[in-house]
T-cell receptor, first 114, second 111 residues
Framework: DTAVSQTPKYLVTQMGNDKSIKCEQN?????MYWYKQDSKKFLKIMFS???????INETVPNRFSPKSPDKAHLNLHINSLELGDSAVYFC?????????????FGPGTRLTVL | GDSVTQMEGPVTLSEEAFLTINCTYT??????LFWYVQYPGEGLQLLLK?????DKGSNKGFEATYRKETTSFHLEKGSVQVSDSAVYFC??????????FGSGTRLQVQP
């Protein structure tokens, strides 16, 4: 049973294209997140949703738009892809989003923009 | 701003060696601190955590103590195994329902 799943695992695309990454959790958690791991391996929060409501929106270009159709899904859509968007994107979830909660991560999606 | 700094890797050890991975943080207040581990091809998993000063988190033989005096949360294990080979991430809560992480330290344990 995969707790947090992401698709696709690898995504290679050209500059200027629009792409989406999907995330689903079957843990019944209320809160979901998107993190970006850059080339130096730092993991940084991008977005957080609690019960389909946007909680955190870091200084991410508005080309990135998260969408949460229900609390088990948080998809990430990226418009007009740029070279600098190449990274590994991790989805995560936690029971309630409190600061001591354990977060459960997906396996990551490696995005390469050519 | 809030940040986490951990030692550069890779760290290469022989089986049964002692492990220390250093982690320090910068934050206002006293955030909860975490160690997550990422095995090849998998997502991050919580290894241990500590929510207040002087707390010790422990799991699977790994330990880390929350030291507010030195703003540190170093990860230790007395005797590593080949199966401990992974990338280890130190993290802290930002007080805004999200975590901030260090850059990860790759551990390679040789038989």
């Amino acid at each position: 049973d995969t707790a947090v799943s992401q698709t696709p695992k690898y995504l290679v695309t050209q500059m200027g294209n629009d792409k989406s990454i999907k995330c689903e959790q079957n843990l019944g958690h209320d809160t979901m997140y998107w993190y970006k791991q850059d080339s130096k391996k730092f993991l940084k929060i991008m977005f957080s949703y609690n019960n389909k409501e946007l909680i955190i929106n870091e200084t991410v270009p508005n080309r990135f738009s998260p969408k949460s159709p229900d609390k088990a899904h948080l998809n990430l859509h990226i418009n007009s892809l740029e070279l600098g968007d190449s990274a590994v994107y991790f989805c995560a979830s936690s029971p309630t989003g409190t600061t001591t909660d354990t977060q459960y991560f997906g396996p990551g999606t490696r995005l390469t923009v050519l | 701003g809030d940040s986490v700094t951990q030692m550069e890797g890779p760290v290469t050890l022989s089986e049964e060696a002692f492990l220390t991975i250093n982690c320090t943080y910068t934050a206002t207040g006293y955030p909860s601190l975490f160690w997550y581990v990422q095995y090849p091809g998998e997502g991050l998993q919580l290894l241990l955590k500590a929510t207040k000063a002087d707390d010790k988190g422990s799991n699977k033989g790994f330990e880390a103590t929350y030291r507010k005096e030195t703003t540190s949360f170093h990860l230790e294990k007395g005797s590593v195994q080949v199966s401990d080979s992974a990338v280890y991430f130190c993290g802290m809560d930002t007080g805004r329902r999200a975590l901030t992480f260090g850059s990860g330290t790759r551990l390679q344990v040789q038989p």
